[in-house]
């Protein structure tokens, strides 16, 4: 079962910050191309996977693995572990330190991201949250 | 895996971390700085509004461009981009970057890991949209991406005055600043914050913003057996220091927010106060850190130099 993309209230095409009192223009960037469950992501090279989401209107980056609840980043600082997601089949890569690159894919990451590991084709299953009777931490 | 040698190691490099590293090297040591950041620089990468200093108010990124290239010019080996997650006795680091896991003997080590922004519960706080105030901050100023459109701030010191500001800075709307120690708060939503209920009140926001203060982050220091204190006057759990900024554990100092969350200015002086001390742990100062070195330190920041005394391991058994 795959969930459609969860989108910010933020709708319109205003979510960089193009102009800035004290820092003045948003400095040019080259374009980065990534997928984010599928769907196309423009990025701006060198930035985190978790700006060109949420520029993208991405707010949803993870359930958790017990209680199959959003979460949508939390530090920034790649210490709380609430942006975790799949990248290139790799599960648990803190989305707000790991740069983007060309041609990333990226996946939300559900529960621990085990299934992510089994596929082995390049493809990254889309996990539902865990059996309410699984192990402790599954 | 492979061990590698240096004489000093600094772990961070934010303005305590730099300063520390300028002071070593310009003694005359072989001084690696690491920061788990892609560029080093800290707080100072992310905030914009100007910071003190004993120069005066400057912008953040123009201080780091200082600081930077002042540690360039001394010598010290930058490394950004790696974590270090081991502090072993000698004191012995483990680091690994995206490439390598290696071990770092150094002869002194500087601890300046600064702080992270503290967390409280209330109803709906792990909804997507709540992030804390510095995520705010990196979002708005250094990666120029809007997590939202309307903004809710929570706190009632200098953190959430800051974020509020930045936020507006960017061109963003506050639609509500709140306390959670004085008001009854809840986040609502589904699948992310739609409205902030702040005493029954509700705001349309799609951003919480949480800015309630900071906590040393000094979980490296607590690795290594330094002896700790509790003190609401340095944010919490922090490591108890000699008078050279020694952290009771041979070759390890400890400088800035990780031993007490303060401002810039502080973190610059303390730093620069530990990176002599350890400088002096190998010799290289002669008998001991120069008399002048501490009384800088202690003009830079009177306050913290006399809580930091009363924290001492000496004083720690009657402080609490």
């Not at chain 1, 939300?108 to 084709?121: F, K, N, P, T, V």
């Not at chain 2, 690491?34 to 100072?44: K, S, T, V, W």
């Not at chain 2, 209330?122 to 708005?140: D, E, K, M």
């Not at chain 2, 100092?253 to 742990?281: H, K, N, P, T």
Request: with cysteine; charged share 20%.
């Amino acid at each position: 079962m795959s969930r459609p993309p969860d989108t910010a209230a933020v709708a319109d095409d205003d979510r960089r910050v193009h102009d800035h009192t004290l820092l003045g223009p948003l400095p040019a960037s080259p374009a980065v191309r990534l997928t984010f469950d599928g769907r196309p992501i423009a990025a701006r090279a060198g930035e985190p996977i978790v700006a060109a989401l949420l520029a993208a209107g991405v707010r949803v980056f993870r359930t958790m693995p017990r209680s199959g609840e959003a979460r949508g980043g939390w530090c920034m600082v790649g210490r709380c572990g609430d942006c975790a997601v799949v990248v290139d089949g790799i599960p648990n890569i803190p989305a707000c330190v790991t740069p983007v690159a060309e041609g990333m894919v990226v996946h939300s990451q559900h529960g621990l991201g085990d299934d992510a590991w089994d596929l082995g084709d390049g493809s990254v299953a889309d996990g539902s949250p865990p059996a309410p009777d699984g192990p402790e931490w599954r | 895996m492979a061990v590698r040698r240096t004489q000093v190691a600094v772990v961070g490099g934010g303005p305590a971390g730099l300063a520390a590293a300028i002071a070593a090297a310009r003694r005359g040591a072989r001084t690696i700085l690491l920061d788990e950041q892609p560029a080093p620089g800290g707080r100072l990468r992310y905030r914009v509004g100007a910071v003190r200093t004993p120069a005066g108010d400057v912008p953040p990124a123009r201080l780091r461009t200082d600081l930077v290239a002042e540690a360039v010019a001394a010598g010290v080996e930058l490394r950004p981009a790696s974590v270090v997650w081991g502090l072993f006795d000698g004191p012995l680091l483990a680091a690994a970057d995206a490439t390598t896991s290696y071990q770092l003997a150094a002869d002194a080590v500087v601890l300046a890991t600064g702080s992270t922004d503290l967390a409280t519960p209330f109803p709906g706080s792990s909804l997507p949209g709540v992030w804390t105030g510095r995520a705010v901050q990196i979002l708005l100023n250094l990666h120029r991406v809007r997590p939202g459109r309307r903004f809710a701030v929570l706190g009632d010191g200098p953190e959430a005055a800051e974020v509020a500001s930045d936020v507006r800075l960017a061109g963003s709307e506050v639609a509500v600043v709140a306390s959670p120690g004085r008001d009854e708060i809840a986040a609502a939503g589904t699948r992310g914050v739609e409205a902030l209920v702040v005493d029954g009140h509700r705001h349309a926001v799609d951003v919480v913003a949480v800015a309630i203060g900071r906590q040393p982050d000094a979980a490296l220091a607590q690795m290594a057996g330094c002896p700790m204190a509790t003190a609401a006057a340095f944010g919490g759990w922090v490591p108890s220091l000699d008078d050279r900024l020694g952290a009771g554990v041979p070759g390890l100092f400890i400088a800035g927010d990780a031993a007490g969350v303060d401002g810039v200015e502080a973190a610059l002086a303390e730093g620069r106060f530990a990176g002599a001390s350890a400088a002096a742990s190998l010799g290289l100062l002669g008998e001991d850190v120069p008399a002048t070195e501490r009384a800088v330190y202690e003009a830079a920041c009177p306050e913290r130099f006399t809580a930091r005394r009363l924290l001492r391991p000496d004083h720690v058994q009657t402080l609490d």
